[in-house]
T-cell receptor, first 116, second 112 residues
Framework: AQKITQTQPGMFVQEKEAVTLDCTYD???????LFWYKQPSSGEMIFLIY??????QNATEGRYSLNFQKARKSANLVISASQLGDSAMYFC?????????????FGKGTKLSVIP | DTGVSQNPRHKITKRGQNVTFRCDPI?????LYWYRQTLGQGPEFLTY????????KSRLLSDRFSAERPKGSFSTLEIQRTEQGDSAMYLC??????????FGPGTRLTVL
């Protein structure tokens, strides 16, 4: 079984500042993928970034980077230069990469509010 | 290039009625997923299709739930004899690779 824990129900950040959203995970799988999704108030889940458990380098996608610490089982999302449009719910998710299971397991999410 | 579409966007029904939701995936995506999201929670996996074959089902998918994907194109999720606990957002996602899943806007179900 897999579990995702997001301990920050809500976060505030000043516009143009960087912010880190925490995510820890638990799994017995050797090979797995970690994902971050953004969910604006409109409801649609928007894929942000992916990190494979065997990837040695941290993933980056524009202003998003994933701080992956395998020994600590953490996969924190860093958003640089926050924008007002970044205000949304953010979900960390994972799934095993071995054959047989394709389901994503999500955390409860963190609500990010960007202050002008 | 259109994304995943879902219809209807909102559905209000009375307890005991049957409801059906439709999902149209991105055209070249052969994998399709259904999730359910209740207030204050992350999405929970319901079921997965690869082409027309339903390969994975969650224990959340009780006997009242059935999903189909005829011809490997669009998919339907039917809930029979709805209960108030079925009130949630039902999300559909599709993918081509084994990695990122692209989500639709969801169908919000309210059971009165």
């Amino acid at each position: 079984a897999q579990k995702i824990t997001q301990t920050q129900p809500g976060m505030f950040v000043q516009e143009k500042e960087a912010v880190t959203l925490d995510c820890t995970y638990d799994t017995s799988d050797q090979s797995y993928g970690l994902f971050w999704y953004k969910q604006p108030s409109s409801g649609e889940m928007i894929f942000l970034i992916y990190q494979g458990s065997y990837d040695e380098q941290n993933a980056t996608e524009g202003r998003y980077s994933l701080n992956f610490q395998k020994a600590r089982k953490s996969a924190n999302l860093v958003i640089s230069a926050s924008q007002l449009g970044d205000s949304a719910m953010y979900f960390c998710a994972m799934r095993p990469l071995e054959a047989g299971s394709y389901q994503l397991t999500f955390g409860k999410g963190t609500k990010l509010s960007v202050i002008p | 290039d259109t994304g995943v579409s879902q219809n209807p966007r909102h559905k209000i029904t009375k307890r005991g009625q049957n409801v059906t939701f439709r999902c149209d995936p991105i055209s070249e995506h052969n994998r399709l997923y259904w999730y359910r999201q209740t207030l204050g929670q992350g999405p929970e996996f319901l079921t997965y299709f690869q082409n027309e074959a339903q390969l994975e089902k969650s224990r959340l998918l009780s006997d009242r739930f059935s999903a189909e994907r005829p011809k490997g194109s669009f998919s339907t999720l039917e809930i029979q004899r709805t209960e108030q606990g079925d009130s949630a957002m039902y999300l559909c996602a599709s993918s081509y690779s084994l990695y990122e899943q692209f989500f639709g806007p969801g169908t919000r179900l309210t059971v009165l």
